[in-house]
């Protein structure tokens, strides 16, 4: 979840330097995008390797507790703390997502902090062949030295990830502190040639007279019928620790929680139903949203559900805590909605732990991920999903369902092109042969004139998706966009949408983001209802209009006895006054925010889920070029659109 409110400055200066500074600087080999030469880089892990060698030596068991021995300990711990003191962070980090995420996220601190520890830990276990709870007690002390987070959050995290991080550095050959901290922060190390890669398959060409790209399906308005409705909702990360007298600013990644002491002041107690600060949602907020949706939505045709089931309290997740997350949250979704066909994806929260999806070939039970599939496969399938899905969700978390008819929805797991999933480390291309899988269902799809939904947690172009996963993903949609009507995301928590181009710079595709349920962080829960042209024999399946709907959380926590009033924020054709939702138009649309800034603000508060913080903050320049560049960006990197709306944008501004 990006934190605009507070640190978008500094993420988009970042943004700006890597991208449009000295191109010189940038691809001078063995220099990152912050100026930090790869052989420093190196020596500051060579050095803390060496550090911490020699204090191992020092605690060997066996030494004799002599004065001279006892000096050598303390000599070796004091070059270690001087070691320490050049990687330390000034403060710790609030979030374990790094995408625009803090002040402290991707600064060259935390790059040559992470070399250092990658480093030696890559040492330690190749060279001094540590393992186990060797391993994971060096990583701890690493990790609380450095002040990364608090001290119980460094141990939990580690315990649970350092198998796995042993088992990829021991079975990828190359792998060194360049390839690992530029996977996940592309500014840290100067390119990673082995991460990129090229699906090997054959798509066939684009049909003749089928591409969507240009205004030919836009020529039909779609026949007075009824709309299809479909309802989106995601990421409720819902808390089973979350107290309404809980501490909302308790410098951990998740606040709001039992024991993490009182609030200091009256103005850090939480809400009643959430808190715009880093706190996720008691189960009575996702009640509350079912009776509303129970009350108010009896027409809904098909409900997908984009992710995120489990709470923000990352550090303590385990297998039995997020299955039992899990299975409650998905069977009281089918008591609630009843007959009404779900379609659910997971999220990146549901794996223990965090993040980490293992490709299928990896079948140890204590590094695969066979346990959530299993136990998505089987809710899933209980309640709402044919039998013949099973094999590729057991697989790799995805599947297909034909809903009608002429209509299909392709649920992904997109997680395999996460940068924080470690398995993208041990073999990047298309894991768990998604992609491949991807378009033999296109093909097939586009054979038998179908139109298709994709579904996806991760919206296309995020800062945290492996470029080349992403630059082939874009390359599918490209090839099938007269097949795929539309696609749905979840995991930033805002409202958003991103427009993809073809070669030309023809718009010819839309992903729609669906907001949160959780509050988490700066935003008013919210869901999301799409009206489809659908109900009729020459359906398009494309998305004719967007409704936005949520509740104002700071008058629902100032009314704790009351019900919170939901309201629909907009209607997106009339209140943003676009002809219709084709790409076409949204993309003229985005160039109007470029040059109308009333618009651009209004256009912000929704994308804020019209909480308190987005209007009190506004969108300022920087905001505005993140805003927009992200609407138009669906590969990492690739911003050829947004430099386009750059000029507008740029030569408007005083
Ligand atoms: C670690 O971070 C905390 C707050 O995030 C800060 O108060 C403290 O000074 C830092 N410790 C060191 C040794 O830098
Ligand atoms: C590394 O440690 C493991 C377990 O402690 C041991 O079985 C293995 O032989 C060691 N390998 C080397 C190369 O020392
Ligand atoms: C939300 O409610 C608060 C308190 O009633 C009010 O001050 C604020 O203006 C409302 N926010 C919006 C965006 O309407
Ligand atoms: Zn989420
Ligand atoms: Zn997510």
């Not at 540590?130 to 391993?135: N, S, W």
């Not at 669906?634 to 911003?639: G, L, M």
């Amino acid at each position: 979840m990006e934190r605009l409110a507070i640190v978008v400055v500094l993420s988009v200066a970042l943004f700006v330097f890597a991208c449009s500074g000295d191109a010189n600087d940038a691809t001078r080999p063995g220099v990152n995008s912050f100026g930090q030469r790869t052989e420093d880089l190196a020596r500051v892990a060579a050095e803390l390797t060496e550090a911490l060698a020699a204090v191992e030596a020092t605690r060997a068991p066996g030494l004799q507790a002599g004065t001279a021995s006892r000096a050598a300990a303390a000599a070796a711990e004091a070059r270690l703390e001087q070691v320490m003191e050049t990687i330390r962070l000034p403060e710790r980090m609030r979030f374990f997502s790094l995408q625009s995420t803090g002040p402290d996220a991707r600064t060259p601190r935390l790059c040559r902090l992470c070399h250092a520890v990658a480093g030696a830990v890559v040492t330690a276990i190749r060279v001094q062949n540590r393992t186990g709870p060797a391993l994971a007690s060096m990583v701890d002390e690493l990790c609380i030295k450095a002040n990364v987070t608090s001290p119980h959050i460094c141990t939990g995290m580690i315990d649970s990830n350092t198998p796995i991080v042993e088992y990829i550095v021991r079975n990828t050959p190359g792998l060194d502190s360049g390839a690992i901290c530029g996977t996940f922060m592309p500014e840290c190390a100067d390119g990673v040639a082995s991460m990129r890669w090229a699906l090997n398959k054959d798509m066939g060409a684009k049909p003749p007279g089928q591409i969507r790209s240009t205004m030919l399906d836009l020529k039909d308005p779609p026949p007075p019928v009824e709309p299809y409705r479909v309802l989106q909702i995601t990421d409720y990360h819902w808390d089973s620790e979350y107290s309404p007298d809980g501490n909302a600013n308790c410098g951990e990644p998740t606040c709001c929680r039992k024991n993490q002491g009182a609030p200091p002041t009256p103005e850090d107690r939480a809400g009643r139903w959430g808190d715009y600060r880093s706190c996720d949602i008691p189960w009575e907020t996702v009640e509350e949203f079912i009776k509303h949706t129970q009350e108010k939505l009896h027409n809904v045709d098909l409900i997908y559900f984009t992710g995120d089931v489990v709470d923000h309290g990352v550090w303590e997740t385990s297998r039995e805590k997020n299955e039992y997350r899990i299975r409650y949250t998905f069977r009281v979704m089918k008591e609630s909605f009843g007959d009404t066909l779900i379609l659910p994806l997971v999220g990146n929260h549901e794996p223990h732990p965090l993040n980490i999806f293992a490709p299928d070939y990896i079948t140890d039970d204590a590094l695969s991920t066979r346990w959530l599939y299993e136990v998505l496969a089987d809710e899933w399938i209980t309640h709402w999903l044919p039998e013949d899905t099973r094999a590729t969700i057991l697989k790799g978390g995805y599947y297909t369902v034909l809903v009608r008819p002429g209509f299909r929805v392709v649920a992904l797991n997109n997680m395999y092109c996460y940068t924080l999933n470690w398995w993208v480390l041990h073999d990047p291309v298309d894991p768990s042969g998604q992609l491949a899988w991807l378009i033999d269902v296109l093909l097939a799809a586009e054979a038998a004139k179908e139109k298709v939904h994709i579904l996806a947690h991760i919206p296309p172009g995020n800062d945290d998706c492996l470029e080349s996963w992403g630059r082939e993903f874009a390359k599918i949609v490209d090839r099938f966009s007269a097949t795929i009507s539309a696609q749905f995301n979840g995991h930033t928590h805002v409202d958003d949408l991103s427009i993809f181009y073809d070669e030309y710079g023809r718009p010819n595709n839309v992903a729609f983001n669906g907001g949160s349920l959780t509050t988490y962080a700066d935003v008013n829960p919210n869901y999301k209802l799409y009206l489809v042209d659908g109900n009729h024999e020459h359906a398009t399946w494309n998305v004719l209009d967007a409704e936005l709907w949520g509740f104002n959380l700071t008058k629902a926590n100032e009314n704790p006895d009351l019900r919170p009033e939901w309201y629909r924020m907009y209607s997106f054709k009339e209140t943003f006054n676009v002809e219709s939702l084709h790409p076409f138009h949204l993309d003229k649309f985005i160039g109007r925010l470029t040059t109308d800034n009333q618009l651009l603000q209004q256009y912000y508060w929704y994308h804020m889920l019209d909480s308190d913080v987005g209007h009190l903050t506004g969108c300022d320049q920087i905001c505005a070029e993140r805003l927009i560049c992200n609407s138009v960006t669906t590969i990492t990197n690739e911003i050829d659109q947004c430099e386009r709306y750059f000029k507008t944008l740029r030569a408007q501004s005083p």
